[in-house]
């Protein structure tokens, strides 16, 4: 299976992206400096502006047909936006990876000797599409 220069840069730059995501109940530890140091490691990673994602991650905007009002998320909130962030991450790289192997796959049926199941307490289960959720609970 052949990745082009930058699409390995960019699993790369996503797995390292997840990787350097707080857990859930993992707090900011260390100096200011080093905590913005992280924060703008992580922006560099994602391609994203600091300042727009603390604000995508901390604010909820609301706009009426006459003003717009941004509102300040509690900490939990903020939290599930970060970890629904990572989870959309890690799902659309697991889909892309798959739709990549997948067509990387492809070929007459006649030539197919083998194919690759998935066994859970169940039995074997053979999907049209696969999910990451599907993958965790296998």
Avoid: H
Avoid at 15 to 24: A, C, D, E, K, Q
Avoid at 48 to 76: C, G, N, Q, S
């Amino acid at each position: 299976m052949l990745f082009s220069p930058s699409q390995q840069l960019s699993c790369t730059s996503a797995r390292s992206v997840l990787i350097r995501t707080p857990r859930r109940k993992e707090r900011a530890v260390g100096s200011l400096r080093a905590v913005q140091r992280r924060r703008r490691r992580f922006c560099s990673l994602c391609g994203v502006d600091l300042e727009r994602l603390v604000a995508a991650l901390t604010t909820r905007t609301v706009t009426t047909r006459f003003e717009t009002i941004v509102k300040l998320l509690r900490t939990p909130d903020g939290l599930d936006a970060r970890d629904a962030l990572a989870k959309a991450l890690y799902a659309n790289m697991f889909d892309w990876l798959v739709a990549r192997i997948n067509e990387n796959l492809i070929c007459d049926p006649k030539l197919v000797e083998a194919c690759i199941n998935v066994l859970d307490i169940f039995g074997f289960e053979c999907f049209q599409e696969n999910s990451l959720e599907q993958l965790c609970i296998n």
